[in-house]
């Protein structure tokens, strides 16, 4: 359990695949670091750099793109905006040189170092920044990709982010639903009045607004694109197919024309469980390809709350209106921040349970929220959603973010909406269950695990596939 206060926007991040923790984490902390000795001693004078990666970042970090994620980190690209095609091309003449250009115009030496049999004692995702001036002094920063797009440093001399003082400070989904019950609010109204400790309320809609644009563009892009995935899995991108079954060869024109498109399908079971499944497998490919996706709360999982959310706007029973955007979207990520705060986001902490089950729990929430759910029966639609993802491991074949954790997505959705329904048809009161009870269970699962489960790609779906397929 910590204190820390978090933000919709620690949750959600707007950035590029495959991995918050393997690629956004790192290509920050890259970033961070090389800001850090700008200030000093300088970067004048400075002859190379070395990266060191340990444990999951070393063992799945080719197939996550993290040394891609760290040059482009000092190469000052930004993973909100930059264009992945042209990163691409300079990290990987980077590599190929053992050298980088700064954005100063400074040449100078690089090498990345996968240590694959090292694990720093902190966190599984360790980093070491080694800098190199040419009078011969020398710097190393160590730091951790903590899940999420988070940064953990080892040494921080900096202050931290000013504290907020919260009208309605939540370490507990107990203190959450005491505030809700106190001032007579919805899960919404508290984590709104939460936020305006940080900024005014229409920035805060504002930024909302501005991540669901990217999340429904990365499913009508995924939807769109065809063909095979990158990475040497051979696996063959299914959205951009399935939009074609259902929707048929003619080409949609744009976003808003592939929604209405989309509803004017009807309500069939079969319908609306192809829609979902396609949201879903659209972003998670999307960001198998270095796409641009929000963490939700992670990216290996950023396909859920999309999905779900997209399922509430076009066959929901309310007004696809923003601010029925904005309730789902403070509900959800309340939910985030009580699982970061008391367990993890990190698959290489707690296995996959820590993202699908997280986001599936977010989503479930979420979506409670706009349907008029009690916040009881929020925290309770979020409970249930984790509760049946206990225990799921993080074994990426190949170290790809592809094989489970694409289709792992699409379960997560299912689930989130059963979990909802489930929630609002039931009386919580006679739940045995509470979600403070399942956040601190998969935490001690977490513990328990082995650590091949933990996004090592040393067991599992990883180590039980013909090899022909796992040869990336």
Sequence with gaps: MTDERLSIVDIFKIGVGPSSSHTLGPWRAAQQSLARWGEAPGLAGLRAIEVHLYGSLAKTGRGHGTDIAVIAGLLGADPETCDMTDVQTQAHQALAEHAITLADGARIG?????????????????MRFDAQWTDGRRDA???????GGFVAWESDPRPPRAAATLPFPVDTAEDLLRW?????????????????AWRPEAETRAFIARVWQVMRACMYRGCHTPGQLPGGLHVRRRAADLNARLLGAAAVPDLDAWFTAIAAGGH?????????????????????????VVTAPTNGAAGVVPAVLAYDVVFGKGPADADRVVRFMLAASEVGCL????????????????EIGVSSAMAAAGLTEVNGGSPSQVLMAAEIA??????????????????PCIERNTMGAIKAITASQLAMASDPANA?????????????????????????????????????????
């Design 268 to 292: 069939d079971f079969a319908w609306t469980l192809d829609w979902v499944t396609a949201f879903a497998l659209a972003v998670n490919e999307e960001n198998a390809c270095f796409g641009r």
């Design 386 to 403: 984790m509760e049946h993802h206990l225990g799921l491991t993080c074994d990426p074949v190949g170290g790809l973010v592809q094989i």
């Design 432 to 472: 045995r269950v509470s979600l403070d009870a399942v956040i601190h269970t998969m935490w001690t699962t977490a513990q328990d695990m082995s650590a091949k489960y933990k996004e090592t790609a040393d067991g599992g779906l990883a180590l039980h596939i013909p090899l022909s397929l796992s040869e990336c």
């Design 339 to 354: 699982f970061k705060k008391g367990a993890t986001i990190s698959a290489a902490m707690g296995g996959c349970q820590a």
């Design 110 to 126: 690089l090498q990345v170092h996968f240590h694959t049999r090292e694990s720093l004692p902190t966190h599984p995702n360790g």
């Design 141 to 147: 920063i160590t730091c951790f990709s903590v899940g």
């Design 180 to 196: 809700c019950r106190d001032a007579d609010l919805t899960v919404a109204d508290v984590v709104l009045a939460n936020e305006a």
